[in-house]
């Protein structure tokens, strides 16, 4: 849409193809319903990619503060959040009926429900076979499909198909911005914590998150999860702090020299969410009072509180994810208008592209810019 309607006003004659019966489905989900729409902090420090250095044209050409000044010319109240999340303060239906404003305005044409069943190259452009039989030819074809992430909204892997046919390299796929999966004891010990939520720090390697982290029934979520989930493989461990900030070894030295008496899941309880406290120090190797425990055992306590090393199993895949990682390989696309060096007319934007960002309306931007840059030269 934001690439349509930049067209449009261009001059271009645009049509837009959307297979979903309404448009901007996954804008009206998202941040609970008030689309979490830019970051003020937007940078190319905070994507994704093969190639890091491919976003840097698109996101400093078309910044976070021109999509403001966009949706200010619209009248949508808008707030931040923290670190620098900017929401609708009203509903993310503002920023589709805007989108939609605007491509109306350069008479851009919208059809819903759609397919492309297959695309080839002709001599003027390009020609497309519609699910319902219908024949389409254009000069220039942007493609806009998005990822694999959450299926059921009708994602598809049909941008990745379309540029292997047209010999463009794509990159591993993967969910990303996803709840962490468990198994086995350690599951067993983590389920009951489900509802739980605790601000913490989460690493994976030498990247860190601090934000909230939420137990599941099937094992980690909230924020700082999902961030992390971005950096992290199959057989690596995260390390979590739940208490960032604090020296749980002295905490607990102290609380020992105050009160001795008390168990250990009684003084965690001061610290953290009782149900949380209860799982760490409910255990054999604390048993007795934190009176009867010598600095070896505080310090293991400790680490299990500051430094606590879990293993995932796996993800909740695409499913819940928020984005696909992975994509077109940036090598065969110009970043500043992302058209396929090999195919000219031929245009990948969004989250098909292999650039992804992190969680707090980045991802947005990227749709914001890259989709500008398209718009700009299509």
């Known amino acids: 849409m934001m690439c349509a309607a930049i067209a449009g006003q261009r001059g271009r004659n645009v049509l837009v193809l959307d297979a979903a019966k309404a448009p901007g489905e996954k ?35 078309y910044r976070p503060a021109d999509f403001i000044s966009l949706v200010e010319r619209h009248h949508i109240g808008w707030h931040e959040k923290t670190l620098g999340q900017l929401f609708c303060d009203g509903s993310s239906s503002e920023i589709i009926a805007m989108l939609l404003e605007e491509m109306k305005v350069v008479s851009v044409d919208l059809r819903l429900g759609v397919t492309v069943a297959y695309v080839e190259k002709t001599a003027r ?140 899941h009684t003084f965690l309880s001061t610290q953290l969410p009782r149900r949380l406290a209860k799982m760490i120090g409910d255990t054999p190797a604390y048993e007795g009072t934190l009176g009867s425990l010598p600095d070896e055992k505080l310090r293991k306590l400790a680490a299990h509180v500051n430094d606590w090393r879990l293993r995932p199993t796996g993800t909740e895949g695409y499913r819940t994810a928020e984005v696909t990682l992975g994509g077109v390989d940036t090598r065969d696309l110009n970043s500043g208008t992302m058209q396929a060096k090999a195919v000219p007319g031929l245009y990948f934007i969004g ?28």
């Open 351 to 378: 989250e098909v592209v292999d650039v992804t960002g992190w969680l707090g309306g980045y991802n947005f931007q990227w749709a914001w810019s890259s989709g500008w840059c398209a718009g700009m030269a299509a």
């Open 125 to 264: 452009g390009f020609c497309l076979q519609l699910s319902f039989g219908g024949v389409l030819e254009c000069g220039a074809l942007v493609v806009a499909t998005g990822g694999k992430s959450i299926p059921k909204m009708g994602a598809t892997d049909f941008g990745y198909r379309l540029a292997a046919q047209f010999g463009l390299r794509v990159t591993e796929t993967r969910p990303g911005l996803v709840p962490l999966t468990f198994d086995g004891e350690l599951l067993e010990r983590l389920a009951p914590l489900a509802g739980v939520a605790v601000p913490s720090r989460v690493q994976c390697g030498r990247k860190a998150f601090d934000e909230a982290l939420l137990f599941t029934h099937r094992g980690l979520s909230g924020p700082a999860i999902l961030q992390i989930s971005s950096y992290w493989r199959e057989g690596t461990e995260i390390g979590v702090d739940l208490l960032p900030g604090a020296d749980a070894f002295a905490a607990l030295r102290a609380a020992r020299q105050q009160n001795g008496r008390q168990s250990v």
């Open 27 to 61: 804008i009206r989900i998202s941040g609970g319903g008030r689309c979490n729409f830019t970051n003020l902090y937007a940078t190319p420090e905070q994507f994704l990619s093969d190639n890091p250095h491919f976003c840097i044209s698109a996101l400093s050409r």
